[in-house]
Nanobody, 121 residues
Framework: QVQLVESGGGLVQPGGSLRLSCAAS????????MGWYRQAPGRERELVAA???????NYADSVKGRFTISRDNAKNTVYLQMNSLKPEDTAVYYC???????????????WGQGTLVTVSS
C-alpha cells in the first residue's frame, strides 16, 4: 500500500524556478534510494536526480548546477529544487522510491503519478 504523492509542477517562464515534492506513505521499513525522472513527449523516461540512503547524489548532465535534490528522512519526502529552468526541461516529472518492506523483503519499487512542468514564455 505504499504510495507516492507528488506536487509542485506548473507553468513557469524560462529562467524561473519550481520546487517539486514527493511524499511516501504506507508500510516502509527503510528506503534505499529516492529519485526523480522525467519524460517529454516522444522521449524516453530519463533519470534527473537521485539520492541514496548514504546521502550520495547524482544528476543528469543536463541539470547539473541548476537542480538540487534533497530529502527529509523523517517525513519520507524528497524534493527537487529546479532553478534556471529552460524550455527543454518541459516534461512530466515522476518520483521513484526503492524501498525495503522488511529486513528480509528488499528492493521494492513504487512510482508517483507524475507532475507536469511546463517552461514557456
Amino acid at each position: 500500500q505504499v504510495q507516492l504523492v507528488e506536487s509542485g509542477g506548473g507553468l513557469v517562464q524560462p529562467g524561473g524556478s519550481l520546487r517539486l515534492s514527493c511524499a511516501a506513505s504506507g508500510r516502509i521499513f527503510s528506503i534505499n534510494a529516492m529519485g526523480w525522472y522525467r519524460q517529454a513527449p516522444g522521449r524516453e523516461r530519463e533519470l534527473v536526480a537521485a539520492s541514496t540512503r548514504g546521502g550520495n547524489k547524482n544528476y543528469a548532465d543536463s541539470v547539473k548546477g541548476r537542480f538540487t535534490i534533497s530529502r527529509d528522512n523523517a517525513k519520507n519526502t524528497v524534493y527537487l529544487q529546479m532553478n534556471s529552468l529552460k524550455p527543454e526541461d518541459t516534461a512530466v516529472y515522476y518520483c521513484n522510491v526503492d524501498y525495503n518492506l522488511s529486513r528480509w523483503t528488499r528492493h521494492l519499487e513504487v512510482w508517483g503519478q507524475g507532475t507536469l512542468v511546463t517552461v514557456s514564455s
